[in-house]
């Protein structure tokens, strides 16, 4: 079955810092790759997705990159903020596969 | 946007009562349902699919029995969880995606803790 390796956390950095948060993946077929977001007491939600090889996902200053050689998508960001500090999860997924497989996520704490 | 509510948000019963929580699509048919239990450490545990009209899938090592699941229509699902103690106090979330299948969304969750 599928599955995530996540870097462990937490991770704590000071605000401004570059933040890279590694992923990789083992997943049958060619899967979609995305990075979900929790912030405290919440759901999950979207932060970024590619569909396909060397597909660079965007959003708020985060960016990923779809490596299927090396079966990776890691997230960075040049300047991170104290609002960053959440849970993030690097889940693969097939089409029409509506299943999640989650790994530990990986705790970013930033401080001022 | 497609969204997914939950509610409660957070619930507070005591050992031994039975706790009902909520997964509604507001603007989309979802057959299909997912809840997760989300543990301390933060890691996601898929529990069960939640299917339109027939019976939960439930995930290995997850008391069918304990955690009731009825999908009775196309925007909801619920979760119940039957004789709650204390170790069943945790973070429960559930997804869904709109057709055609691809983005999934999630609820806000709900926090039980059981006293």
């Not at chain 1, 299943?99 to 530990?104: A, E, M, S, V």
């Not at chain 2, 204390?86 to 299948?101: G, K, V």
Request: charged letters at 15%; a neutral charge.
């Amino acid at each position: 079955g599928d599955s995530v390796t996540q870097m462990e956390g937490p991770v704590t950095l000071s605000e401004e810092a570059f933040l890279t948060i590694n992923c990789t993946y083992t997943a049958t077929g060619y899967p979609s790759l995305f990075w979900y977001v929790q912030y405290p007491g919440e759901g999950l939600q979207l932060l970024l997705k590619a569909t396909k090889a060397d597909d660079k996902g965007s959003n708020k200053g985060f960016e990923a990159t779809y490596r299927k050689e090396t079966t990776s998508f890691h997230l960075e960001k040049g300047s991170v903020q104290v609002s960053d500090s959440a849970v993030y999860f690097c889940p693969p997924q097939n089409f029409g596969n509506e299943k999640l497989t989650f790994g530990t996520g990986t705790r970013l704490t930033i401080i001022p | 946007g497609a969204v997914v509510s939950q509610h409660p948000s957070w619930v507070i019963c005591k050992s031994g009562t039975s706790v009902k929580i909520e997964c509604r699509s507001l603007d989309f048919q979802a057959t299909t349902m997912f809840w997760y239990r989300q543990f301390p450490k933060q890691s996601l545990m898929l529990m069960a699919t939640s299917n339109e009209g027939s019976k939960a899938t439930y995930e290995q090592g997850v008391e069918k029995d304990k955690f009731l699941i009825n999908h009775a229509s196309l925007t909801l699902s619920t979760l119940t969880v039957t004789s709650a103690h204390p170790e069943d106090s945790s973070f429960y979330i559930c997804s869904a995606s709109p057709p055609p299948q691809g983005r999934t969304f999630f609820g806000q969750g709900t926090r039980l803790t059981v006293v």
